[in-house]
Structure formats: C-alpha cells, structure tokens
C-alpha cells in the first residue's frame, strides 16, 4: 500500500509561512487524489485543501482559501502545501492523505484510505 511521510512543520510567528510536503512511497501516486488534513487538540479532523491526480482540480476549506496553496509533483511522488499569512488557528497536527482513482476532490477525511502520521504546526502570536 501506499506510504505517507510528511515533512517541514515547525513552529513560526504569526504572518509567517511554511512549507510542508508528503513523500509518497511504495507506490505512485499520479493516479490517486490526495489531500492536507489538521487536527487541533479536543477540536475535529478538518479537511484543509484537496488536489486530482494530474493537479488540475483543488478545494480548499473556507478558513484557508487565499493563504494556502496545494500543489503535487508527481514526477517526484510528491505533495506540498505552501502555509502563508499563519495564524495561531492554524496550530495543529497536519496530516497527508491519499485516495486512488478514481476518486473525488472532496474535503472528507473518510474518503481517504491512506494517511501520514503527521507533521506539527505551531503558530505563536
């Protein structure tokens, strides 16, 4: 099955972006959707954004839209999502999550079979 690894979550101020990417392995995964989850403590699993397998379809949740960017490189069996204007909501565990085609660019979390084990984000005030 497909393996999820994602990287470059940290701790940054207020105002300040990041840069966070899932390393697919085991599998390619030009023909699958994949998507950013989050994950704040005593709060729900919230789907962030959702990208097609050829890149040409994204949604993205309404607390994200404009802030945000998801983007694949599938040459490289690689997801970003490019974190911009962070607010201290935007605090959490960040995972990445894969479904294959065909499949549906959808922000629901139990769409997805395949998960990372996550990547922390921390936005001070």
């Known amino acids: 099955q497909v393996q999820l690894v994602e990287s470059g979550g940290g701790a940054v101020q207020a105002g300040g972006s990041l840069r966070l990417s899932c390393a697919a392995s085991r599998y390619p995964v030009n023909n699958y959707c994949m998507g950013w989850f989050r994950q704040a403590p005593g709060n729900e699993r919230e789907g962030v954004a959702v990208?097609?397998?050829?890149?040409?379809?994204?949604r993205y949740a309404d607390s994200v839209k404009g802030r945000f960017t998801i983007s694949r490189d599938n040459t490289k069996n690689t997801l970003y999502l490019q974190m911009s204007s962070l607010k201290p909501e935007d605090t959490a565990m960040y995972y990445c999550?894969?479904?294959?085609?065909?499949?549906?660019?959808?922000?629901?979390?139990?769409?997805?079979?395949?998960w990372g084990q996550g990547t922390q984000v921390t936005v001070s005030s």
């Open positions: 990208i097609s397998p050829r890149g040409s379809s994204t």
């Open positions: 999550a894969a479904q294959r085609a065909p499949c549906a660019v959808v922000l629901a979390g139990t769409y997805f079979r395949y």
